[in-house]
């Protein structure tokens, strides 16, 4: 499996005088609605970074913003979409990706990403993701894994660490969470990555990876919910999580999957788990289905 | 890979006269009407219509897939239609619950599509395999919050295919999700079927915006009642919301913007209402009783307006067509002229209401109620009619009572 590396930052120019009208473009200002700024996310929240990193991946793996389409559900993560500024849909509960499915099927010149959270995505619309990883439908599927129902008020979901503590698990939580990378690629995810949103260098070059990927290409994001999660869980504020981010990651992409669960406090395994080529769903609907007639 | 024989491609449009399955005449209208994209989840009595339609949609260039669920069917729906194909599902009542909330996105969203529920006993399981019309209200109100819905009611396979036709038609020029609200009986119906050609069925395409990206300005729904809707992918970067949102399509979280919006997606229909309205009437005209129904109901009610007219009884009948919206005005003119209405329906008392409402205290509005599982025996609707035309009492409890007592409960247990 091919390592990613991270690119030498380019030399700073710093001014000697400061210039009296600065007209630069902001890095992301090409693909965000700029009319809808500021956005919604506390202070210290990790999906500005996601977004931030999503839209130099864009760039880099040269995607045509007008193809585009980024598909949320609803949360926090799931305002992503809107403030895109490509074919954007804010939909339903869970429901982004078959949503996303729909405009796939209907139109394959299109480039369609579901951007939102872990609960949408994993507890809610578990069965679709399941089902879009099997069939290897040509989406991407970026998720922001906070740990917790940020949008609500910080309540417990399927990805809540045994004994994290949210305001429907205030004795800490019992249940075992689930282990995306494992999930997304035991259901036949052709491409499956989790990253911090510390790594932002990494998690660019992986999104850009996802993007280019011919089939379901699968993203996982873990990110600070310090007004929620971190305060409840003693993680502290979201530099406090970061520098827990710095400390605890380790890259290991060859890692097997079943040792890539999370713990509170635990270590994060993070990496470009799973690149393969495998034919696409429409790849099989031609093959088996359109070579019936003439 | 599997052996395949070459098949040889049958047109989108099989003009000509058919014996056909009522589901199967719903699939055909549909792909006479352009749908290009099904996504659906097996159910009885509605499988026929996704099987039909796994059968024709790659020979005329277009995909059915089979979804996890019947929420994830609508959802993909919504997103085809966004990506410029007509677009259906079809369902039964489980699934028909199911798919409310993102009925619910299709209605505020303003996206085209046709949901065909094929109607079978409930609550819940019910009887899978047996007839019922108990998901009338919940095809008007089911999903959460204000908002109008356009309901077509087939009673034959040839309007399985024509009112199917028509739901496409109307969800396109108004861009909404429209109902298809059939019921086992219809659906299983064999019978004949006439497809005309190609010219001769009316097709309605959705507006979309005449200026190029880089010039459309989105207009404001003062001038605008229902805005041209572009496709994803050709420029307009559109942005679809489910939250309350303004004409960019950007959330509003404001009392005003929730008003503006929910009074105009009302609007687009009410507004319309004398287009979108259907109904067939007869001997209406000196009638004492009128029998107003729909589906298979009105199927079965003109033996009973037979049998009645035998005995010297002036009956009318009214069969609904547009379920929602309802002919009020109509009905309520009917009203004034009658001593009832006699309202047979497969549920305890549905679109009986809607008639009360629109007969407003002029007339008696007698509901012949059945729970499900068979149609009416069409004695239970003439004993309504003779009550209404002689003055006597009538309790629809009681007289289904009756009925039930002359059938001692039998079948076998599962």
Redesign the interface.
Known sequence: MERLRVEEPAEIEIWEEFPEELDLEHPTEWALRGDRLPHIWCSGCGIGAAVNAFVAALKQAEIDITKLCVVSGIGCTGRVAGYMNCDSFHTTHGRAIPFAIGLHLANPDLKVVVFSGDGDIIAIGGNHFLHAARRNLDLTVICVNNFNYGMTGGQSGPTTHIGGRTTTTPYGNPEYAFNLPLLAAACGAVYVARWTILDLGRLRNSIAKALQKRGFSFVEIISPCPVNYGRRNQIGDALDELRYYKENTIHNPEAPLEECDLSLRGKIIVGAFVDREKPTFLDLYRQVVLSRWE | ??A??????RPAILTGEHFMLGDHACAEGALAAGC??F?GYPITPATEVAERMAERL??VGG?Y?Q???E???I???????????K?MTSTSGPGFSLMM??L??GIITETPTVIVNVQRAGPSTGLPTLVGQGDMMQARWGSHGPYEIIALVPWSAQECFDLTVRAFNLAEEFRTPVLVMTDAEVGHLTEKVVIPPADQIPIVNRKTPTEP?ERYRVKSWDEELIPPMP?????????????THDERG??VMHWTAQERLVRRLIKKIQANRERILDWKERDIEGAEVVVLSYGISARVATRAIAQAQEKGIKVGSFRLITAWPFPVERVREIAGKIKGFVVPEINYGQMVLEVERAAAGQCRVLLVPCAGGRMHEPEAILEAIVAVAEGRPYDPFEAASAWLSAKPVKGRED
């Open positions: 890979m599997v395949t024989t070459v098949r040889k491609r290009r994209f996504a790659p020979e995909l897939i979804m996890e669920d929420i994830a069917s959802a993909a729906i919504l997103g085809a239609s966004w990506a410029g194909a677009s909330e993102n619910g996105l990206p496709k994803a992918g050709d420029g307009y970067r559109v942005f679809v919301e489910s939250l950007y959330p």
